[in-house]
C-alpha cells in the first residue's frame, strides 16, 4: 500500500505481452515475410503509460489492470513494479492480454491485439481514489468500464486524461466527462470526422482541452481558446512503439506534480522522443534523470514548420 497522502496518477487500462519481430517492412495484406528474432516485452497501453509516469518521478504511480493466470502476467508485473508502480491486479480466467508487433528497419511498426484479460476489467473495478489527482485511461479495455471511471473520478474532483487509442468514435458522454484528451492524428481524424485542418478538428473534439501528438513533428495542443505549439526534439527514431505512451504518462505525470500544460508537454515530447531511440515498449522509456539530460542538452524543431501543418501560420503562438 503506497502514501495515499502523496498526489498520485492512477492508470486504468491495458496491458500486454508485446511479442516483437523486426523485418525489412512491414507484411502487405496477405504476405508472408521472414523476420528476425522473437523478443517478448512487457507492454499494452496502459502498463505503458504507468511505467513512463512512473520513471518521470515527482508523484506516486498506481494501475488498475486485469491479468490472467500465467506467465505473461508475471512479466507484466514485475516490470511495473520494478518501475516504481503499485499495481492492483484483477484476476482474469483468460489468457493475459498480447500484442503481435511487426517492426521495419524504417522504424514504424503494425500492431495486432488480442485482449484477453483486459475485456474483464468491469465498471465495478476502480480502485480507491484516495490521494489521486489524474486519472489516466486508454481505450483498449471495455467503453463502459471507462465511462464508468471517468464519471466517478468526475464526481470526487478528480482529473481525467483519456487517451483515445486505439482510434474509434466515443460518445458524447464519455467526452463530457474528460478534462484532457490525447490523440494522434488518425485518432484525432476518427473522432473528428470533418474536413479542416488540425486546428480546427482540435477545436470540435468535445473536450477542452486536446493534444494531438504528430510523431516526428511534435505536438499541438488546444487549451480552451489557446493554441500550444511543441515542436519534436531532434532524434534518430530506430522503434517507434510506445512513443504515444510514453508522451501521456509523462505528460500526467508532469501535470500530477503541478506542471501547466505547456511545461508538461515539453517534457512529454522530450520522453516521446527519447522512448524511439530504444527497441521495445517499456524497455525504451527514459528514467527522470535520463529525461532531464535529455532536455538540457536536445535541439528542439522550430515552430513554423509544425505551425504551418496545424493550420495555425508561422506566427501562431
Ligand atoms: P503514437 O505512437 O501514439 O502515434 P506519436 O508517434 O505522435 O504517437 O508520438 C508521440 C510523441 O512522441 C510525439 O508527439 C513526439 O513528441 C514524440 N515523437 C514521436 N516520434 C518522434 C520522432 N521521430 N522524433 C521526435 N519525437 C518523436
Known amino acids: 500500500m503506497g502514501d495515499r497522502s502523496k498526489p498520485s496518477v492512477l ?7 508485446d511479442f516483437v519481430v523486426r523485418a525489412a517492412r512491414i507484411p502487405a495484406a496477405g504476405e508472408t515475410m521472414l ?47 520494478s518501475a516504481g508502480v ?10 493475459t492480454g498480447a500484442a503481435l508487433i511487426t517492426v521495419s528497419d524504417e522504424g514504424e511498426n503494425a500492431i495486432t491485439v488480442a485482449p484477453g484479460a483486459n475485456a474483464d476489467l ?11 489527482s489524474w486519472l489516466v485511461m486508454q481505450l483498449e479495455t471495455p467503453l463502459d468500464t471507462v465511462l464508468a471511471f471517468a464519471r466517478a473520478a468526475r464526481d470526487r474532483g478528480i482529473k481525467v486524461l483519456l487517451n483515445a487509442a486505439p482510434a474509434r468514435a ?8 474528460v478534462d484532457l484528451l490525447v490523440v494522434n492524428e488518425d485518432e484525432l481524424g476518427t473522432l473528428v470526422d ?20 504528430l510523431g516526428g513533428r511534435g505536438a499541438c495542443a488546444r487549451i480552451g481558446e489557446d493554441y500550444v505549439l ?5 532524434v534518430t527514431p530506430v522503434d517507434t512503439t510506445a512513443a504515444g505512451d510514453t508522451f501521456c504518462g509523462v505528460l500526467a505525470a508532469g501535470l500530477a506534480d503541478g506542471l501547466d500544460v505547456p511545461a508538461a508537454l515539453a517534457r512529454a515530447a522530450a520522453a516521446g522522443a527519447l ?10 522509456i527514459p528514467a527522470r534523470a535520463e529525461l532531464n539530460a535529455f532536455i538540457a542538452t536536445a535541439h528542439q524543431h522550430g515552430q513554423d514548420d509544425l505551425a504551418a501543418y496545424c493550420g495555425l501560420g508561422p506566427a501562431a503562438n
Open 11 to 17: 492508470i486504468a487500462g491495458s496491458a500486454n505481452a
Open 122 to 132: 468491469g465498471p465495478d473495478d476502480l480502485p480507491d481514489l484516495d490521494g489521486v
Open 194 to 213: 470533418t474536413e479542416g485542418s488540425i486546428a480546427e478538428r482540435l477545436a470540435r473534439t468535445g473536450v477542452a482541452t486536446t493534444v494531438v501528438t
Open 275 to 284: 522512448a524511439t531511440t530504444k527497441a521495445g515498449a517499456q524497455s525504451s
Open 230 to 234: 511543441q515542436p519534436a526534439f531532434a
Open 35 to 81: 523476420g528476425g528474432d522473437l523478443a517478448i516485452f512487457p507492454g499494452g497501453k496502459g502498463a505503458n503509460q504507468a511505467v513512463a509516469a512512473a520513471r518521470a518521478g515527482g508523484i506516486a504511480t498506481r494501475m488498475v489492470a486485469a491479468l490472467g493466470d500465467d506467465d505473461l502476467a508475471r512479466l507484466i508485473a514485475t516490470s511495473l513494479t
Open 86 to 95: 503499485e499495481l492492483d491486479v484483477r484476476c482474469s480466467s483468460r489468457s
Open 170 to 177: 466515443l460518445p458524447a458522454a464519455l467526452l463530457a466527462a
